[in-house]
Every structure is written in structure tokens, then in C-alpha cells.
């Protein structure tokens, strides 16, 4: 990993949005993920089919992390497992089915989709206390 200089303009970005974010409930947090998980799902059901469909991580600092199993939804990322040669990748949720979730690869979209058990995937940032 190589270390440097962060860009002032940018710095001063990241550190608002991470008080923005610090600021808030975990309610609002979670009604925020809920609503903006709603509107991926409609624009993915509009779309010409699951595999095909763009789901996005709408923000990594709140709503694209889920804060538990139960609450993840399309467009939250999660990490999964896809083989013991190729190991642990983000995975963005394109489609919830019950406890089966389909995810697309955050790094490579252009693979899978995969399907994964609710059970198999790793939370990024839980939130627990």
C-alpha cells in the first residue's frame, strides 16, 4: 500500500461527510438505508433483468453497510466468500430473496452474479456496540 499526501480539498469532503455521519441516529441511519434500498430496488426492477441490472453503493459511510443480517438489502454491500482459491471479495446486493442474496463482485462487475446464503456473507461495518 502506498502512502502519501490526501488533498485538502478532499480531506476537508471525507471529514464533513464522516460528521455528518457521526451526527446521526442509528434510526435515521436505518430509515436512510431502508429508503434508498427501496429506490435501488425499483430502478433494478425496471431494469431488463437481475443479472443485468446495475445495483450501486449508494454510500459506504452509511447506507451501503448494512448494520445487521436482517437488515441487508439491494445496493448494501457485504463481503463474500467465493472459493478457497480466490478467497473473501466485496459484493454488492443486486437482488434479496428471503435469506438467498444474488451479489455482484463491487471490484468486477462484469463476473457473476453469485448467490449466496444470508448465513455465508460477512457484515463490512456492523455497527455493534
Not at 437481475?50 to 463481503?79: F, K, Y
Amino acid at each position: 500500500m502506498r502512502s502519501g499526501n490526501i488533498r485538502r480539498d478532499l480531506y476537508d469532503k471525507i471529514s464533513e461527510a464522516a460528521r455528518i455521519a457521526a451526527e446521526k441516529s442509528d434510526a435515521e441511519i436505518e430509515t436512510g438505508a431502508a429508503e434508498q434500498s427501496a429506490v435501488v430496488k425499483s430502478l433494478t426492477d425496471q431494469a431488463d433483468g437481475p443479472a443485468s441490472a446495475e445495483a450501486r453503493c449508494v454510500s459506504p459511510v452509511t447506507s451501503g453497510l448494512p448494520r445487521s443480517w436482517e437488515t441487508i438489502g439491494v445496493g448494501h454491500m457485504v463481503v463474500f466468500h467465493e472459493s478457497p482459491d480466490d478467497g473473501w471479495w466485496e459484493g454488492i446486493v443486486i437482488k434479496r430473496e428471503g435469506d438467498l442474496l444474488t451479489l455482484r463482485p463491487r471490484d468486477f462487475p462484469t463476473q457473476g452474479p453469485f448467490v449466496r446464503h444470508i448465513n455465508t456473507v460477512a457484515l463490512v461495518n456492523p455497527g455493534l456496540a
